[in-house]
């Protein structure tokens, strides 16, 4: 079955540099990426997806790309602040794995002041 | 306010007491889907459902239950809980299918096996 693996588990950057974080996924047929934010004690949120006909989506200081022939998606967030501090994960999913979706471990990122 | 609710928020109880945590949205969302969040593993799709009384098993099904008797509404069912089911539960709506569309959270319920 699909499989999605992320990395790295925990990242810890300058405040005002950049973070890359990586996905990688198994099916194919996958078609939808998104990304999720989840601060500490709350739900996970949307913040930014791309659909496998697209290769980079950028909004303000958060872009993903995505390169379907190695099968792997990163989101890259620039000028990184405070507020930035959060678990992240990855997703992926496809019409032939029947509406599953698949998540990533996730990512823990620290902004240094 | 466009939500997913769930209760209870957290939930402490026995081996083998049978217990529902409920999910409604108001969104009028198609796609319904159950999620268990545990540390380094992310979040697990328990169940999903696609639309009314049509439900299927995500990845990790065993030990739960789940109905959709209306649009609004997806609780879920443990029917004899047991330690290992302890987690961090969310559930989730969407669009469609929910395969292509972005998933809207509940607050999550944390659940405590003894």
């Known amino acids: 079955g699909e499989n999605v693996e992320q990395h790295p588990s925990t990242l810890s950057v300058q405040e005002g540099d950049s973070a890359v974080i990586k996905c990688t996924y198994s099916?194919?047929?996958?078609?939808?990426f998104p990304w999720y934010k989840q601060e500490l004690g709350k739900r996970p949120q949307l913040i930014i997806d791309i659909r496998s006909n697209v290769g980079e989506k950028k909004d303000q200081r958060i872009a993903v790309t995505l390169n379907k022939t190695a099968k792997h998606f990163s989101l890259h967030i620039t000028e990184t602040q405070p507020e930035d501090s959060a678990v992240y994960f990855c997703a992926a999913s496809s019409r032939s794995s029947a509406s599953k979706i698949i998540f990533g471990s996730g990512t823990r990122l620290s902004i240094r002041p | 306010e466009a939500q997913v609710t769930q209760n209870p928020r957290y939930l402490i109880t026995v081996t083998g007491k049978k217990l529902t945590v409920t999910c409604s949205q108001n969104m009028n969302h198609e796609y319904m889907s159950w999620y268990r969040q545990d540390p380094g593993l992310g979040l697990r799709q328990i169940y999903y459902s696609m639309n009314v009384e049509v439900t299927d098993k995500g990845d990790v099904p065993e030990g739960y239950k789940v109905s959709r008797k209306e649009k609004r509404n997806f609780p879920l069912i443990l029917e004899s809980p047991s330690p290992n089911q302890t987690s961090l539960y969310f559930c989730a709506s969407s669009y469609g299918t929910g395969q292509d569309q972005p998933q809207h959270f509940g607050d999550g319920t944390r659940l405590s096996i003894l």
């Open positions: 099916d194919s047929a996958s078609n939808y």
